[in-house]
Each structure stands twice: as C-alpha cells, then as structure tokens.
Nanobody
Framework: QVQLVESGGRLVQAGGSLRLSCAAS????MGWFRQAPGNERKFVAA????????EYADSVKGRFTISRDNAGNTVYLQMNSLKPEDTAVYYC?????????????????WGQGTQVTVSS
C-alpha cells in the first residue's frame, strides 16, 4: 500500500483559504475526499499521474484546485472562498490501478485525514 500523510487542516473563517498537502510514498493518480459528521465520505477532486487531468465535485468547482508537484509525490488541494459547509475531515487517497476517478471504491490507499473547520 501507498503511505499517505495529509497536513494543512485547521480552523478558518468563511471566505478564507487553506492549502492541504498529501505526501505520498509513491506517485499515483490521487484524489481528495471529505467526510462531515453523520455523512458519507464524498468526492472532492482528483488528479491523474502526470497532473494533466483533473476532476472536481460540482460543489467545489471554481473554488478548489488540485495539483501535484512535478518532481515529487505530493498532491495539494488549494481551497479558496471557503464556506461553513466545507467543514469536514479531508482525506487523500491513491489509486494504484487507475486514473482520475470520483468513486471512493477505486482508491486502495488512504491517509489518516486532516480536519478543516470553517466558521461563519
């Protein structure tokens, strides 16, 4: 399994910005998901191996940007114009056998999660 470590989550006011990082032990297509209390884990964004293709959930399009560094194995999630409904634990995940995918079942390695709290 790929080892994944997320960081960057914290408390932020509505309208603010955060950048989450996910350091991976290997380079694979990656996704970000989030889970709010009492809710199922939901897709946020995904990026392919090269970084040339991305996909986003409708709820974050135009506000969030997923990217990855070219030389290493870190994936980022830049989150702008944050809303209270963005509050959740954010998880990064690696898909060792596929490409960009919005389905959580497609991912075989998961990080421990990082808490993002957006206050109104």
């Amino acid at each position: 399994q790929v080892q994944l470590v997320e960081s960057g989550g914290r408390l932020v006011q509505a309208g603010g910005s955060l950048r989450l990082s996910c350091a991976a032990s290997e380079r694979y297509p990656m996704g970000w998901f989030r889970q709010a209390p009492g809710n199922e884990r939901k897709f946020v964004a995904a990026i392919n191996w090269s970084g040339g293709r991305t996909e986003y959930a409708d709820s974050v399009k135009g506000r969030f940007t997923i990217s990855r560094d070219n030389a290493g194995n870190t994936v980022y999630l830049q989150m702008n114009s944050l809303k209270p409904e963005d509050t959740a634990v954010y998880y990064c995940a690696a898909d060792s056998e596929g490409s960009v995918d919005f389905r959580s079942l497609a991912y075989d390695s998961w990080g421990q999660g990082t808490q993002v709290t957006v206050s109104s």
